[in-house]
């Protein structure tokens, strides 16, 4: 039996900007990707059977093939049938740490582990730009979730431009159990309510996503001035997001009033974060939003950036 564990971490969006639409149905945005310590744990090993089995604890974990990390071991047995066969089925176990349907790409980053570490197994010795190529069949945000760190993203999401490491920084996250917002759905609302100002021409897309990679957010990052980071966080999909979603609105608002570097909604939602220049910073703000809204439905985590993505243990 050949086996490894990976520790898989989440990310959130520094930036998210909806440029327009895309032919394949998808949106074309730029974003600021960084990886965060928050986590999961995945245990992969070979079967002696031939099936692909998934093991997850949570309750809102599917342990069908609609999990995406079975999907990623079926595409792994698909582009490889003879590893398939040499070494046998496999048993993905995940330890969930991270929020589900939260905005922090927690499906997107088990797949991630999966690709990394089958190819371990198989011993197929795939190069990282290799498993990201595999990784856009899967979803837009796995490509990044391989490598992590801190990261420009384009097209889709998948087209990825490594920046300077940003690891001092620190966040505190604030999310609802109860609540669940689907991406597509997000997207789809902004398209219908702003599809209007989406930039049609390719060359001025590619204007914009230049225009943002030389622009003032890129320029923070590289001098890691968090408080110019903090004010410069920025997420189109809010305006979808917060409207339909009083109780997140209200959460960025106490986040707003307890002094933090600058605060967002991750993603699609429905995770809001707090950036903080310190561990003591962000375990104050955790407190004091904690005692402003008495809730026991709202979790937080307080973690810190992170430079790597996919990692063995
Ligand atoms: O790629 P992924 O499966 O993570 O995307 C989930 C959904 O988010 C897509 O089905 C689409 O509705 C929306 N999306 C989009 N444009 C992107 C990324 C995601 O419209 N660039």
């Known amino acids: 039996m050949q086996s490894y564990s990976l520790i898989a971490p989440a990310k959130i969006n520094l930036y998210l900007e ?4 895309r032919s394949d149905g998808y949106h074309e945005l730029v974003m600021l990707l960084q990886s965060i310590d928050l986590a999961d744990q995945i245990d992969i090993r070979t079967l002696t059977t031939d099936n692909i089995q998934v093991n997850c604890d949570h309750p809102q974990v599917p342990q069908d093939e609609t999990n995406l990390a079975y999907k990623a071991a079926n595409l792994m047995r698909k582009q490889f049938p003879d590893a398939f066969a040499q070494f046998g089925g496999l048993e993905i176990t995940i330890k969930k740490q991270i ?3 939260a905005g922090l790409a927690g499906g997107s980053t088990n797949a991630a582990a999966v690709l990394v570490g089958i190819d371990l197994i198989w011993q197929l010795g795939l190069t990282q730009p290799e498993l990201q190529e595999l990784a856009r069949e899967l979803g837009s945000d796995v490509p ?17 431009s490594p920046l300077p490491d940003l690891d001092s920084l620190y966040v505190v996250l604030g999310k609802y159990n109860s609540l669940a917002v689907s991406t597509p759905w997000a997207y789809q609302t902004y398209r219908f309510e702003f ?3 989406y930039i049609q021409d390719t060359e001025d897309l590619e204007a914009r996503a230049a225009k943002v990679h ?3 957010m890129v320029k923070a990052i590289a001098n890691k001035d968090g408080s110019q980071i903090g004010q410069l966080l920025h997420n189109d ?5 917060l409207p339909a979603y009083p109780q997140v609105s209200h959460l960025r608002e106490a986040f707003e009033d307890s002094g933090a ?16 220049e310190s561990l003591s910073q962000a375990q104050e703000i955790h407190q004091q939003v904690r005692s402003t ?16 993505g996919i990692t063995i243990v």
């Open 18 to 21: 909806i440029l327009g639409d």
């Open 99 to 101: 929020p589900v349907a």
């Open 144 to 160: 990044f979730c391989i490598a992590g760190g801190t990261v420009l993203a384009t097209g889709r999401g998948e087209e990825l």
């Open 195 to 197: 599809g209007d100002s």
């Open 214 to 216: 030389s622009g003032p």
């Open 237 to 241: 999909l809010e305006k979808v997001v």
């Open 261 to 276: 570097l600058g605060v967002m909604m991750s993603g699609s939602g429905p995770t809001v974060f707090a950036l903080c």
């Open 293 to 308: 809204i008495d809730d026991p439905d709202l979790d937080f985590w307080v973690t810190k950036f992170c430079s790597n």
